[in-house]
């Protein structure tokens, strides 16, 4: 029953769906703070196929934007969750939780007791894992294992 | 997967003539039966068909496989010949054990049915399958729906897709897991009229991606604020299993993208049918499904088990503001706006608790309108930044509870075939009205389950029986999308409708021939209590050749006021054009609807009706009732 759909997506030409900007340089903190905002007519595929994908996970794969990871050190995973949750894991560090915090600390393999301290340390060190707005996800991965490095508890999950 | 990415999942037609025929025609049963199982029965053995994907056209009622790859097949009849792919499958697995490894499903099923001697798909044996597997350490699947989102009616028809659980997996890392999505193999490469036009009518193969949640989570909840349902399967540890091996002989395939093809709530279907044959899932729907539909399907078998809310962005921030005290709305709009030390004095003024409420919401806002475009990103990005900072010099934990689950979820909402009966009279003449919607959700529909304020209509058609023994459609609207979503000192979204159809136009006292008409407004909409108001500047163009010139179009204002209380709804509305172009004339109507529900599912409705043009009056005035099946 989806197909007329289409009509109207055409004549609509904007939809509150979009894509990420092929087009943005860069890979820092600021760039991919507001992801997925733009206008073209595959914004139109978008909105009647019911699927994006931001640019990270392009971009991510084929290092097409400047933003190639695969060469990084991972963290069993951690560089991937932080790269794709930039500016989430940001306002959960400024706030000392939320869902991309627990997850990291998943990911790190972090045990629940050491949890509210990992949590703790991060939300105290917000300036330094976020010093500018150009900051990038390898960077941000590095300055929370020099942070946790700093704190005994932490230490032994490096 | 170089230079294409995986991004639409299904693809929309404008196809309304063939959709007719889809609707008129009943659903093709795959027959199944449990007589054991020779090559000259084997098409009544559901779960072989299942495994290779096969299903009757809707054209032909011819059996074929929906894959389009020739590697998925081990006969060269295979897509169209199920006992070919049989008699190959037995004897190319019995004699070449590694291929067991490119088809662990059909051989595991084979080898069930006693058609195949040894099964051998240990991690010894098919080291890669097994590393595969491992990626999911799998506990358990759930069924993923990204819901509609306000001011966006189109995402009403929604995507599935599948999580599967890992052991030892909690809610607070259930990002962590991985999908299993159905999408369209996109080239970003292709010129972009091109890559519309492939996404749009087909051309990109459809393949199955496995993908991280917390990517996934974030298309939908962060990129297209879109509140996700997870619905945990009941399905067993050897389902799961299932499920996984026939995903992997999935993989390296895919599905063509024409014209008139399946959707991704369709193709995850099959997997769960793969999963557990019983379930039939989709023998009840067509290519296409609407995923809510599908959700509709399951409830009724005992598939389904817990079910969890993942509210997006937006809706997170709609409901900070809502918590927040209303005498700190200015301040954290102005915290929003600029860093301007007056600002951040008054701050100081307020409780460390509400300084941290304003200074989370000034950044959720400021992500919010950077994300729709409302300011220049540069700026929101350093100021964003500074908005964290001074949060985190604050003690942790944020002063808000989590969005709380909504009362109904979209699957919940009414159904989306209606039907409705009305008795009336139209221009002094008593007049019975049969009208058919095959989709989707009016204004004055219960809105539990849908997004306040939206409305799509297909194909809805009245016709009407008149006292003169005579009948006639009386309209036709073929597409009507209405999205009226209400601004306030948070949210300025545009309101906007568009409506394409077929309507009786009044060209003389007894001449009113059914006109081609496209109305396209947009205007605000603002909500005070739980009345909604709307103005739209409204353009309209018409085309009938018994009018002078051919066609008018017409520009005017189209206001109205709607109403939901209980069960009650009402809606009340006056346009009025004047021309522009063409047929020179003028033309008001003052209409008011009504309906109040029975139950989800059946409403009483009465509306009344007077237009005014060149100089005359016509009155229509209708009570009915409405079924949704």
């Known amino acids: ?88 894991l940001s306002s959960d560090i400024a706030k000392g939780e939320g869902e991309i915090l627990d997850t990291v600390a998943s990911v790190m393999g972090i045990e629940s007791a050491d949890v509210p301290t990992f949590k703790r340390v991060l939300h105290e060190n917000f300036d330094t894992l976020y010093p500018t707005s150009e900051v990038t996800s390898e960077q941000v991965v590095n300055a929370i294992i020099t942070v946790m490095s700093k704190e005994q508890s932490l230490a032994k999950y490096i | 997967m170089n230079n294409s990415m995986s991004t639409a999942c299904s693809v929309t037609q404008p196809c309304i003539a063939v959709f007719l025929l889809l609707i008129l025609t009943s659903s093709v049963t795959l027959a199944s039966n449990q007589t054991p199982l020779s090559t000259d029965n084997v098409e009544t053995q559901q779960q072989w068909l299942n495994l290779l994907q096969f299903r009757r056209s809707d054209w032909n009622n011819r059996l074929q496989s929906e894959v389009d790859s020739p590697d998925f097949f081990l006969s060269k009849k295979g897509k169209h010949d199920p006992k070919a792919e049989l008699r190959a499958s037995i004897e190319q697995l019995s004699q070449t054990r590694s291929l067991q490894c490119r088809f662990p499903a059909r051989a595991q099923w084979l080898h069930q049915q006693g058609l195949l001697d040894k099964l051998d798909i240990t991690p010894d044996n098919c080291p890669d399958l097994h590393q595969w597997l491992q990626q999911f350490n799998a ?19 929604g995507h599935t897709f599948l999580r599967v659980n890992q052991h030892g997996q909690s809610n607070n890392n259930r990002l962590l897991a991985q999908t299993i999505n159905f999408a369209a193999n996109v ?26 949640y917390y990517q996934k989570a974030k298309e939908y909840s962060e990129i297209e604020n879109r509140d996700i349902w997870e619905y945990k399967l009941n399905f067993t540890d050897e389902e799961i299993e299932r499920l996984l091996l026939h995903t992997w002989e999935l993989l390296p395939n895919y599905f063509d993208y024409y014209f008139f093809d399946e959707n991704c709530a369709y193709r995850i279907l099959t997997l769960l049918d793969v ?16 995923p809510s539909d599908t959700l ?39 915290t929003a706006k600029s860093d301007s030390e007056t600002t951040k004095l008054e701050l100081k003024n307020y409780s460390i608790e509400e300084q941290a409420a304003v200074l989370e919401v000034a950044f959720d806002h400021l992500r919010y309108q950077a994300q729709q475009q409302e300011v220049p990103r540069q700026h929101a990005a350093e100021y964003s930044l500074a908005l964290l900072k001074q949060r985190s010099q604050l003690p942790p934990d944020s002063p808000f509870p989590p969005a709380p689950k909504p009362l109904v979820r979209d699957d919940e909402g009414h159904k989306t075939f209606e039907i409705s009966i009305s008795q009336g009279n139209v221009n002094h003449k008593q007049t019975t009205r049969l009208t058919l919607r095959p989709a989707y959700h009016d204004l004055l529909d219960p809105s539990a389950g849908y997004p306040d304020g939206a409305q799509i209509k297909f194909l809805e058609t009245a016709i009407d029986y008149r006292e003169t023994g005579t009948l006639r459609v009386s309209s036709f609207t073929g597409l009507n999308i209405t999205s009226l979503t209400p601004r306030n000192d948070f949210f300025k979204p545009i309101s906007w409708r568009i409506d394409a159809g077929l309507y009786r136009k009044h060209l003389s006292k007894t001449d009113d021939p059914l006109t081609g008409t496209l109305n396209i407004g ?6 005070i209590g739980n009345q909604q108001l709307y103005a739209l500047l409204e353009v309209q163009y018409q085309h009938q050749h018994r009018m002078p010139s051919n066609y008018s179009a017409n520009l005017g204002l189209h206001v109205g006021w709607l109403t939901r209380k209980n069960n009650w709804q009402h809606h009340l509305a006056l346009i009025h054009t004047d021309s522009v172009a063409g047929y020179n004339h003028y033309y008001d109507e003052l209409s008011w609807q009504l309906s109040y529900h029975l139950q989800s599912n059946l409403s009483l409705t009465g509306s009344t009706q007077v237009s005014h043009t060149e100089g005359e009056y016509f009155h229509e005035y209708q009570l009915g009732i409405e079924w949704r099946f």
Request: aromatic share 8%; with cysteine; net charge neutral.
């Open chain 1, 1 to 88: 029953m989806i197909k007329p759909l289409l009509i109207g997506s055409l004549i609509m030409g904007a939809s509150t769906l979009a894509f990420a900007d092929n087009s943005g340089p860069g890979c820092g903190w600021g760039s991919m703070l507001f992801e997925g905002s733009s206008g073209t007519p595959s914004h139109v595929v978008a909105a009647t196929t019911n699927g994006t994908s931001g640019n990270n996970t392009f971009g991510m794969t084929s290092g097409t934007n400047g933003c190639d990871t695969s060469k990084t050190l991972d963290y069993k995973g951690t560089s991937a969750v932080v790269f794709h949750n930039m500016d989430r």
């Open chain 2, 139 to 157: 506990e358990s699947i759930s069924l993923i729906f990204p819901a509609a989102y306000l001011n966006s009616p189109s995402s009403m028809f």
């Open chain 2, 296 to 334: 509709r399907s399951m409830n009724t078998s005992d598939l389904i088990g817990e079910i969890l809310y993942r509210p997006s962005m937006a809706t997170q921030l709609e409901h900070k503001i809502n918590m927040l005290p209303k005498h700190l709305h200015k301040l954290t709009l102005a």
């Open chain 2, 522 to 527: 947009a205007g605000h909409s603002y909500n």
């Open chain 2, 187 to 212: 080239n970003h490469e292709d010129p972009e009229l091109i890559y519309a036009f492939r996404g749009l009518f087909g051309g990109y193969p459809g393949v199955i991606t496995v993908k991280p």
């Open chain 2, 275 to 290: 999963a557990r044959p019983s379930l039939h899932l989709t023998d009840k729907f067509h290519t296409y499904a609407i």
